[in-house]
């Protein structure tokens, strides 16, 4: 089975600069290459020019799976071939998938659970194969309400995905100002399923772990186990065999 990371944070907070140090550790430890999946459409000089930032901070050596559409399948073909997964991002996902249907489809009621489905496809996908997905987001909702109906539409589905991959990753970290930290640390899960705060050194994995500032270790399916220490700059990503 394998292991689900969600990293999110606002705009230009440094984000997809930490998930790709994060697989480029694992990879590392496991001996084996990243798959990137790449969910953006180019329909402007701006947008161009954020791809290409993300282009060049990647390895040549990783593999871009190019899939604003039907991602999942993309999941299962990466994960077939490789132990670290990077996906980039949800709400870009989202918003290619949202905007494939009418204004009248959008505002049924119905929507939001279609929304959970296609979010509930690409989880499903990634626990099914043997790596670890690092799935990117955005926090869409802390700014001023959007003026426009698809904007606040698009905050609200956004906001409700977050929340889903949430309860399915073993991992959550909120990146602000470069700095990650992960917010899921200090949640358990109980025998009925659900997850409740405690407090100490309690992790969903069930790990102990020392007290020098690591977070919790990966551990389930032969993913690598990682951890995160503050650094100079930003964190420093530890990763262990």
């Known amino acids: ?69 039907e991602t999942e399948n993309a999941i299962r073909a990466a994960g077939a071939e490789h132990g670290v997964i990077l996906f980039d991002c949800i709400t870009m996902f989202l918003s290619n998938d949202m905007l494939q249907y009418s204004e009248e489809e959008q505002e049924r009621d119905a929507f939001s659970l279609h929304v959970e489905e296609r979010i509930q496809a690409l ?11 690092i799935f990117v987001t955005n926090e869409v909702g802390a700014g001023i309400v959007p003026e426009h109906r698809l904007g606040r ?6 906001g409700l995905a977050n929340q889903q991959i949430a309860r399915s990753a073993a991992e959550v970290y909120l990146v602000t ?51 995160v220490q503050s650094a100079e700059y930003g964190a420093e990503l530890l990763c262990h065999p």
């Open 153 to 158: 539409l698009y905050r609200d589905m956004a």
């Open 1 to 69: 089975m394998g292991q689900i990371i969600l990293v999110t944070g606002g705009v230009r907070s440094g984000k997809s600069a930490f998930a790709e140090r994060y697989a480029a550790h694992c990879a590392a430890t496991r001996g084996t290459q990243v798959a990137y999946i790449a969910t953006a459409q180019v329909y402007d000089e701006e947008m161009r020019q954020r791809v290409d930032l993300h282009q060049l901070r990647r390895p040549s050596s990783w593999v871009t799976y190019e899939a604003p559409f």
């Open 123 to 133: 989880i499903q996908a990634a626990e099914e194969v043997d790596a670890t997905t």
């Open 177 to 227: 100002c470069g700095i990650p930290v992960n917010i899921k640390k200090n949640l358990r899960r109980r025998s009925d399923g659900k997850e409740h705060h405690v407090d100490g050194d309690e992790f969903p994995c069930g790990k102990e772990h020392t007290h020098n500032g690591a977070l919790p270790h990966l551990s389930a399916g032969g993913a690598a186990r990682c951890s």
